[in-house]
């Protein structure tokens, strides 16, 4: 499938941060009875992912089929005590491209798997930019003052049966580069084709969800390296050269390719009013020098970008006129869209793109700092050739993988 289509007959739920994200999942795995899919580029098994792990182990327990996978990068070094105890309750456990003794050295490990989903029941999913850490705690800067800014979905309708078939296919490319019998596999793959409800059986009694007539058009984005490589990028222009009067984007990792640039670009010189949430503190290298001449570049042509302040901002959403919006794990980078396996819900239900506008806009108002070409162009030289040549790292970077941006 090239493009995403837009279907009818969706819940949509918004989920600021762990705080609100957690207790949903532990909600819906308690009231599993057939299956649990749960993907993430970070586990941390401390503090407030705590209960989560303790439902999976629950629910593994009273013979809920549960599988759990992280990636190698994100997730280095599994607790082991934690491993142990959730296989021991018959939790799957497995680790996405583990990076082994030659780590990243080698440029195909650098497509890793930073998508955040979980499906429960073929019925009920998540997906967005959460990771399965505590919302105070940060893998670069440490603990943190105030809760970290993110968001995701919990959905119900049609595109879960998606996001699970999506998982079922990385899952057993896990398995079989752990090299599992073939026979295995297949005798695996028709119990779970088996055991699949049928539709008429799905329940829309999601918990957490208003009840009402599911009516939201929604359609799930990945991006892999076969047959999904541009859908997300591809969104985004679609809805950036449909633009009208407001786009408001909030991301971690802002540095997008010339023709997202460009859409931008354009959209400001129209009369939209561009304005991008940023993350405001310094976690890598890359990702902070070399977003600094995209950001001269954009802010000369009358894009606006603010820096979010109280805390880490790890949102990746978007929202054009209050009409469209999207919610998931992809950044506007390379890593993002270029290499990293990401999941992203698009949807033009209104009540829930003018719940995140209002959101955003809140921020840029009461918790961001405006960034300025005069500012960036004032800082010391020695900052500046940073840029440069963190930019020209990352353009070297990605030559070297076969990529162009």
Sequence with gaps: MARAVLRPGHRLRLLQGGAALFPALVQAIERARRT????????????????????????????????????????????????????RAGVACAVYAPLGRVGLLIPSRWRRLHRKLCVVDGAVGFC??????????????????????????????????????????VWWRVQAVQRVRQRALRAAWQAWRSGWPDDDR??????????????????????????????IERAYLKALATARHEVLLAHAYFIPGRRLRQALVRAAQRGVRVRVLLQGRYEHFLQYHAARPVHHYLLQRGVELYEYTPSALHAKVAVVDGR????????????????????????????LALQLQRHLRHLLHTAARALSVQALRQRPWHQRALDWLAFGTMRAVLWLSGHRY
């Design 202 to 231: 799905t329940t829309w009694g999601t918990p957490g969800l208003r009840r009402r007539v599911p009516h939201a058009r929604a359609a799930l984005l990945l991006r892999d390296n076969v047959r999904h490589r541009h859908d």
């Design 324 to 351: 469209w919006a999207t919610v998931g794990s992809s950044n506007l980078d390379p890593l993002s869209l270029l290499l990293a396996r990401e999941a992203n819900i698009v949807t033009t239900d209104r009540a």
């Design 36 to 87: 649990v899919y749960l993907e993430t580029y970070i586990l941390d098994c401390a503090d407030a992912v705590l209960p989560v792990l303790l439902a999976l182990e629950r629910a593994a327990r009273r013979g809920v089929a549960v599988r759990l996978l992280a990636d190698g990068v994100g997730t280095p070094h599994w607790p082991r005590p934690w491993w142990e105890r959730l296989t």
């Design 128 to 169: 967005g930019g959460i990771n399965l850490i505590d919302d105070r705690n940060d893998v670069a800067l440490g603990r943190l003052a105030w809760p970290r800014l993110d968001f995701a979905l919990q959905v119900s309708g049609p595109l879960v049966a998606e996001m699970q078939e999506a998982m079922e296919r």
